[in-house]
């Protein structure tokens, strides 16, 4: 048969019958594909999935099961979920984790902190690949949806595409990011922050230890990994690793849900700051001591709690905000003036040098209120001061794209909390996708998201996927 025959042919069986014909080729027959793509003058793989969206459907109720199963493994009982790094439950997830991995066909690796990857070779497999994915491990008492619909959602997005018949170009990986919560060893985003090559947080980890002494390493090494290793930067990765990163989370807000909105496309991660503050007075009996004599340390600490809500209101933005989470007196008797106060403050912008403002007179009004109050100010250590990260336009356009070709309603917005991604925008271009949940709960038993919203999110990533492996 003539070879123009023979593209023609080809041509005229995708045109009916659409993108999935196409797609059934092997990778042997890239060649052939390539010329199809010089005659008809744009690529045969680019998904038109809007031709098709009946192919694109969710499988809401396997992806249900598979969050109400990995909710079992929690150290609370239900509706709470209480998953730590590194404990017997936390293992048990991973392996449920890499089993789905398995089973959707890619192929499976771990770090030496317990990253885990999972791998779609795409037909340009020498390309970056782009990657997608979240968290699984939760604070005491959370609940369900928080980082899981990142991370079973991605496995499911990798399916629907499998489904598809969809061939990527680029590799497509999901990565389960270890410890994305500080709950045990006081680090946030740990399994992140050292892919982005934090050789700071390789060093402090060789002496950390958690609430009951045990190491980081004798932790890891517990559950599987760090295997006769102290040595951390064997998990960096190279900037370029990735040609793109997409994370789809719950919006942890209110604002989606109340707006009727299904989709909110982030454009921007605000920047963290955390301080931890110390005040020592003399105490003393609550009854015997009197007022002008005392150099009381619960005041002193909740004068500086007042102050942070002062300062942050003066910023004169709403994008910063202050929190004072921890606050705890010394001995705490009803009877006793404090002589010791600790408290430890959670600042936020996506402005990082107006934050740092902040921080600042955070910083003086601590060093005022210890002088004025006859107090000693015997620590004001600043835990994490990270940079903001802005979402890349390449990555938020494809989601927009994704939206409109699925008839979803978005709209563009800033992630308050911090996530993998802030971190991850250190190694390659990131975005990241929200969804709905109900009254915006978070981090409590009650937190909800509609299996109807987590598929809207499955499907724009999905499409976002597709679009970036194609790029």
Known sequence: MAPKLWVFILLSLYFIFGFPVISAHKNEDVPSIKIMEDFSGYPVHEPHFQDSLSSLLVDSESLQKQIDELSTFSDTPAPSVTRILYSEKDVLARRFIKNLMGLSGLSVREDAVGNIFGRWDGYEPELAPVSTGSHIDAIPYSGKYDGVVGVLGAIEAI???????????????????????????????????????????????????????????????????????????????????????????IEQGPILEEEAT????????????????DFEGNGGHAGAVLMPMRN???????????????????????????????????????????????LEIDTRDID??????????????????????????????????????????LITKATESACQ????????????????????????????????????????????AAIEDIANGVQVLALTLSKLSLS
């Open 159 to 249: 399916n629907v595409l499998k489904r598809h018949g969809f061939k990527p170009k680029r590799s497509l990986e999901v990565i389960m990011f270890t410890s994305e919560e500080p709950t045990r060893f006081g680090i946030s985003c740990l399994g992140s922050r050292l892919l982005a090559g934090s050789g700071e947080l390789a060093e402090l980890l060789k002496r950390t230890v958690d609430n009951q002494n045990i190491s980081f390493l004798d932790a890891a090494r517990f559950a599987g990994y760090a295997n006769h290793l102290e040595d951390l930067t064997s998990v960096f990765l190279k900037k370029g690793s990735y040609s793109a990163f997409i994370e789809l989370h």
């Open 262 to 277: 299904s989709i909110g496309v982030v454009t921007a991660i605000a920047a963290p700051a955390s301080i931890k503050v």
């Open 296 to 342: 009381d340390a619960g005041l002193a600490a909740a004068e500086l709690a007042l102050a942070v809500e002062k300062f942050v209101l003066e910023s004169g933005s709403i994008d910063t905000v202050g929190t004072v989470g921890i606050l705890e007196l010394h001995p705490g008797a009803i009877n006793s003036i404090p002589s010791k106060s600790h």
């Open 352 to 393: 990082e040098e107006r934050r740092n403002v902040v921080i600042e007179k955070i910083h003086q009004s601590a060093l005022s209120i210890a002088k004025n109050r006859g107090v000693k100010l015997s620590e004001f250590k600043i835990v994490n001061q990270d940079p903001p990260a802005l979402a890349e336009d």
């Open 405 to 448: 070709e699925l008839n979803l309603t978005y709209k563009k917005m800033i992630s308050r909390a911090y996530h993998d991604s802030l971190f991850m925008a250190r190694i390659s271009p990131m975005g990241m996708i929200f969804i709905p949940c109900y009254k915006g709960y978070s981090h409590k038993p009650e937190e909800f």
